[in-house]
């Protein structure tokens, strides 16, 4: 059974930085297509990040790029998103995904997490 649990979320001032985990259960994070999407109040859910499994490479959002990363850790089975030079409009819950594709510039998960919250206000 797949099971994905965030943490890390939470307030941080304009222009400061979080990094959230996803700690993935039945299945290696290594071997799978893993992601990251948001979804702020009264919008659409929009993706913030993923790795391709199949060429391993990470895909960003033109208005994400240089600011988030996206990485995993097959020895604790794990995907991190480091978000820096965070900005008000950044404020969502934020899901962790895996599994599924990555076609023609956008990332089609299979199981998404519960998510976690961030605020970022002064």
């Known amino acids: 059974q797949v099971q994905l649990v965030e943490s890390g979320g939470g307030l941080v001032q304009p222009g400061g930085s979080l990094r959230l985990s996803c700690v993935a259960s039945?299945?290696?994070?290594?071997?799978?297509?893993v992601g990251w999407f948001r979804q702020a109040s009264g919008k659409e859910r929009e993706g913030v990040a993923c790795i391709s499994a199949s060429d391993g490479n990470a895909y960003y959002p033109e208005s994400m790029k240089g600011r988030f990363t996206i990485s995993r850790d097959g020895a604790t089975n794990t995907v991190y998103l480091q978000m820096n030079g965070l900005k008000p409009e950044d404020t969502a819950t934020y899901y962790c995904t895996a599994g599924g594709v990555y076609f023609a510039g956008t990332y089609y998960p299979d199981y998404w997490g519960q998510g976690t919250q961030v605020a970022v206000s002064s």
């Open positions: 039945g299945f290696a994070v290594e071997y799978y297509s």
